[in-house]
């Protein structure tokens, strides 16, 4: 494990340490997890074809999520 030392404004660390806190993490997991998933999703990116990564993320940004039984019931009424 190393040591990252950051400059930052200080009400931006303030808010983010405020962040962390509601979420129940430190800083420092919270910046890990970012970096982590920031160069997971850039690997994950070039893997992907056009495309599908244009479609990419579009459900997950669905304010009307649909549950299983919803879906199932959907396909009947429009199938039956």
């Known amino acids: 494990m190393h040591k990252l030392t950051l400059r930052m404004d200080t009400e931006l660390v303030n808010s983010a340490k405020e962040y ?14 970012y ?12 893997q992907l074809p056009p495309l599908t990564q244009s479609l990419k993320g579009l459900l997950a940004d669905s304010k009307e999520l649909i549950d299983e039984e919803s879906y199932k019931k959907h ?6």
């Open 20 to 33: 962390a806190a509601l979420h129940g993490t430190s800083l420092s997991q919270l910046v890990a997890d």
């Open 35 to 46: 970096f982590a998933d920031l160069t997971r999703q850039t690997a994950n990116d070039e």
């Open 75 to 80: 396909l009947e009424d429009k199938y039956l």
